[in-house]
């Protein structure tokens, strides 16, 4: 199977640009956790092997709930990925952050209730540290890329992952706020967690659409008229989005071995190896192999 160093996960204009620069191969792949929402596309882009996956799957026919958060990571690290950069429409919860801007986040609230978060939900207990939900050493370079970019870029913010579909009350969006809250968005969580427990590096670029429902609408605009704007605003973040990670591209040179994410499991399985059963091992070969080796 071919193999990519970066994975990308976001919406189809992503991919489109993958498809219409450098003619990106799709790869039909299967994982213990069932298919991912979408063949991976492979491509060499600004000299580097990447990996896009649409993560609301083709025609985006995925609710946020329903994406194969776990198919997706495995199939990242089954293609030999070692850093993930992902996107995702969000609301804005700040004045500043203004719709069209993007913004790397630094932290993350998980309000998702209805997901599958983890790998290790039997047959042995495995505890990862979060503190830290995004990579600093990803976003650090995502961060020197936002200099080069004819955009607003704010290199902070704290996105609270709800759980959807329906948008958040106003009641809920003022709470967000208080909560310290930046940007309101579905898809998040429990991506970043299994990122973690895959030992692979993980970074968000968050694309603000609209303000969420804390800042009234002007009443005299039309409903149609304020979807138009939305779209036009996520049209005009995931351009943004694009020259950032393509700047990102460019600053990468070779993998950053020396991450703590790549350590992850290192101190977090808590379970005796011994009473690992050897068809679960087998199973996971793929996340914890090398952790089991005596």
């Known amino acids: 199977m071919a193999k990519a160093e970066v994975g990308i996960i976001g919406g189809t204009g992503l991919g489109d640009v993958l498809l219409r620069e450098v003619g990106a191969v799709p790869v039909d792949m299967q994982t213990p956790f069932g298919p991912p929402s979408a063949s991976p596309l492979l491509a060499k882009w600004e000299g580097v092997d990447v990996a896009f996956l649409a993560r609301h799957g083709e025609g985006h026919t995925l609710s946020p709930t329903q994406v194969p958060y776990r198919a997706n990571i495995w199939a990242m690290k089954q293609l030999g990925v070692s850093r993930v950069i992902a996107s995702g429409a969000t609301g ?17 609230i998980d309000k998702t209730s209805r997901r599958a978060s983890t790998f290790f939900d039997e047959g042995l207990a495995v505890h990862a540290e979060m503190a830290d939900p995004f990579c ?58 299994l990122a973690r427990e895959a030992e692979l590096c993980y970074a968000l670029v968050a694309l603000p659409t609209d303000y969420d429902c804390w800042r009234p609408h002007k009443k005299e605009q039309a409903q149609d008229d304020l979807l138009a704007e939305i779209l036009g605003n996520l049209k005009r973040a995931t351009d943004g989005a694009v020259s950032l990670i393509r700047a990102a591209l460019r600053q990468m040179g ?6 703590k994410c790549r350590d992850a499991l290192k101190l977090a399985i808590w379970s005796s190896k011994s009473d690992i059963a050897p068809e679960l091992r087998e199973r996971l070969e793929l996340l914890i192999g090398h952790r089991l080796v005596d």
Not at 92 to 100: A, K, N, T, V, Y
Not at 167 to 182: I, K, L, V
């Open 136 to 193: 600093p050493h990803l976003r650090e370079v995502l961060c020197k890329a936002g200099e080069h970019v004819d955009m607003t870029v704010h290199q902070s913010g704290t996105y609270i992952c709800m759980e959807g579909p329906q948008f958040s009350t106003r009641a809920e969006s003022n709470m967000h706020r208080q909560w310290g809250g930046d940007l309101i968005g579905m898809t998040c969580m429990p991506e970043a967690k």
């Open 254 to 259: 070779g993998d950053s071995g020396g991450c």
């Open 92 to 108: 804005s919860l700040r004045e500043e952050i203004e719709p069209g801007h993007l913004v790397i986040c630094d932290q993350v």
